[in-house]
């Protein structure tokens, strides 16, 4: 590796996790149509394993170690070790994400660094503004989870609070969920439209596609209804039960 390259590569290093997988995305974009997300989740799965103050960038061996572990990457100790030295291409005893990427999927840093065949400027910005709207729906979802933990906490401990926080937790449930999966269906569209604008698909692939996607909002649809034609009928039932005992 030359001292322009290790330089280039170092500056890539010294962003954040999410910037990381996006250069690796735009650097790579014809070989990720339709799973881009794959490496968006990846990263999420990296972040659980890095520091939580400062800017996260990379792992330390023991974070690493465990990381490559989860995702059952590795066998034995020694292979794991292994495994990291190849991975560790600037040799700092760390693994940053993009490191990571190259290896899991790959790929070497003259490609990263100067990719053949790129993409059209369409596609590029097709992509870009599919993993804006992917991003913002996994952290949309994160915040949403958290608040959801925080009230199953104060309704586990009953009282006025914990009756209070159950019944938010039932109308986030409810009618949160909906508005979240419109978002997931929307966020969906776009990393379609990013795979055309990198393809070049024909007429009846994008008829296919759309026909796709209404049967799957259509599906969401009913699903929805069904689990809310339950939860309404289970509350009722607890409303009978309850003026029973009000007799």
Do not use: C, W
């Not at 939580?52 to 490559?68: C, N, P, S, Y």
């Not at 899991?104 to 590029?124: F, M």
């Amino acid at each position: 590796m030359s001292d322009v390259d290790l330089a280039k590569f170092r500056e890539i290093t010294a962003t954040t996790i999410e910037e990381q997988a996006k250069i690796f995305l735009r650097a790579f974009v014809m070989d990720f149509q339709g799973k881009f997300d794959e490496v968006l989740d990846l990263a999420e799965e990296f972040k659980k394993y890095a520091p939580k103050e400062g800017v996260v960038r990379e792992l330390d061996e023991h974070a690493a170690h465990i990381f490559l572990e989860k995702l059952g990457e590795t066998e034995t100790v020694r292979a794991l070790r292994d495994h990291l030295r190849s991975i560790d291409i600037d040799f700092n005893k760390k693994v940053a994400f993009i490191e990571y990427l190259l290896y899991k999927y790959k790929k070497n840093l003259k490609e990263l660094l100067y990719p053949t065949g790129k993409a059209s400027p369409e596609a590029l910005a097709a992509l870009e503004k599919a993993i804006e709207a992917y991003q913002k729906v996994l952290a949309e979802r994160a915040a949403r989870e958290k608040k959801m933990a925080d009230l199953e906490k104060i309704a586990a401990a009953g009282g006025v609070k914990g009756l209070a926080a159950k019944n938010e937790l039932e109308q986030m449930r409810a009618a949160d969920q909906l508005e979240q999966n419109r978002k997931e269906i929307t966020a969906a569209a776009s990393k379609r439209k990013a795979e055309k604008a990198a393809k070049g698909d024909d007429g009846a692939r994008e008829a296919a596609l759309k026909a796709e996607q209404a049967r799957v909002a259509e599906e969401k649809r009913k699903k929805e209804e069904e689990e809310l034609r339950q939860r309404q009928a289970s509350r009722d039932r607890l409303k009978a039960k309850a003026s029973l005992f009000g007799q």
